[in-house]
């Protein structure tokens, strides 16, 4: 199967993706603190420790995503409530990122960003419905007259009444 090593990958890329953000942030932080730049006169205190909290911030946010794929890969069970909510939420940040490199970096980095994006969203989605092996349920039987022919089509007529 394919479900544990993608959720071993995406573990592994989102800790990874996480050091990267932390370490840019902080030399971002740093270069605006050492030549104390300043953008529409804010304080360059202010916009170095802001850097470096939001990345921070942000590097946590992609540790937690890890975390959520790794035990993912360890129990090898589905991800809910939270976990599932944290991973297409870094499935939406993972796009916009993309989008973003694509104007501004190029495409390597647009790339990057695309394939971590695969690899969440097969990662959502090999482990939704493990159980049904991926055909339509059976539907249930219906009293005579209903909105299913006898084939189970749902598009077929309703049985006329018969007259006595």
Known sequence: MVRRPVAWIVAVVLFV?????VGLNWLLGTVVDNQQMSLAGLDPD???????????????????????????ALR???????????????????GLLGAFAWG??????FLFMMVVLALIVLLLMTYDRQGESGSRPE???????????????????????STP
């Open 17 to 21: 993706e996480a050091l990267g953000v």
């Open 46 to 72: 202010v916009m170095s420790t802001s850097s470096k909290v939001s990345g921070f911030v942000f590097g946590l946010y992609f540790v937690l995503c890890g975390l959520v794929a790794l035990l993912v």
């Open 76 to 94: 090898n069970r589905p991800p809910a409530g939270l976990g599932r909510v944290l991973l297409i939420s870094a499935a939406v940040v993972h």
């Open 104 to 109: 501004l970096m190029g495409r390597p980095e």
């Open 139 to 161: 539907p249930a039987d219906e009293a005579p007259g209903g909105t299913e022919g006898g084939d189970g089509s749902p598009l077929a007529p309703p049985q006329a009444p």
